[in-house]
């Protein structure tokens, strides 16, 4: 149980192109996903949290025109890197919070992001 | 504000030997702790989760830690290290709350020689 699954896994892109990843949870309702970024031998970075319904929360420093999230379902939360750019590349990874309220996130396996 | 020190960014440990990585967290209450682990290019795996009740936790892949809160630490722990465990692990930390954000360490590089 707890499966958190991300698509793509992969995606190479054109400098200027937006980018949608998603993050589904599959067999468990989540009212509040977040999303990560990872810069390469680096820890994780809280980039938003985002619950079912409304706005995201974004951390200080980032940009949220540039990273659009959408928390439109219990299983479902995407992030959308805007006309992106090559610093923009990096790993992303979403994470969801059973409904429930356990303390507890599960993480999806990552979106690796190549900005040409 | 709640954070996470792992003081040990690289460890190297022979096969069959014994592993302690470090983790030492600054919270007000009482933590959630957590330990992760992450292969290259891969997501996160919960090896092991600390809430409450008996200090020492048993994870998966025969890993354990203890909870001490005198000494702030949440320190990992295995007996004898296999080579697929060679991997970055994440302490991490929630403090509670509605927000319940995680906060990560840096990271441990473990590297197994054989």
């Known amino acids: 149980g707890a499966v958190v699954s991300q698509h793509p896994s992969r995606v190479i892109c054109k400098s200027g192109t937006s980018v949608k990843i998603e993050c589904r949870s599959l067999d468990f309702q989540a009212t509040t996903m977040f999303w990560y970024r990872q810069f390469p031998k680096k820890s994780l970075m809280l980039m938003a949290t985002?619950?079912?319904?409304?706005?995201?929360?974004?951390e200080q420093g980032v940009e949220k025109d540039k990273f659009l999230i959408n928390h439109a379902s219990l299983t479902l939360s995407t992030l959308t890197v805007t006309s992106a750019h090559p610093e923009d590349s990096s790993f992303y990874i979403c994470s969801a919070r059973d409904r429930r309220g356990y303390n507890e996130q599960f993480f999806g396996p990552g979106t690796r992001l190549t900005v040409l | 504000a709640q954070s996470v020190t792992q003081p040990d960014i690289h460890i190297t440990v022979s096969e069959g030997a014994s592993l302690e990585l470090r983790c030492n967290y600054s919270y007000g209450a009482t933590p959630y702790l957590f330990w992760y682990v992450q292969s290259p290019g891969q997501g996160l795996q919960l090896l092991l989760k600390y809430f409450s009740g008996d200090t020492l936790v048993q994870g998966i892949k025969g890993f354990e830690a203890e909870f001490k809160r005198s000494q702030s630490s949440f320190n990992l722990r295995k007996p004898s290290v296999h080579w697929s465990d060679a991997a970055e692990y994440f302490c991490a930390v929630v403090g509670g709350g509605t927000a319940s954000k995680l906060t990560f360490g840096t990271g441990t590089r473990l590297q197994v020689t054989l």
């Open positions: 985002s619950n079912e319904g409304s706005k995201a929360t974004y």
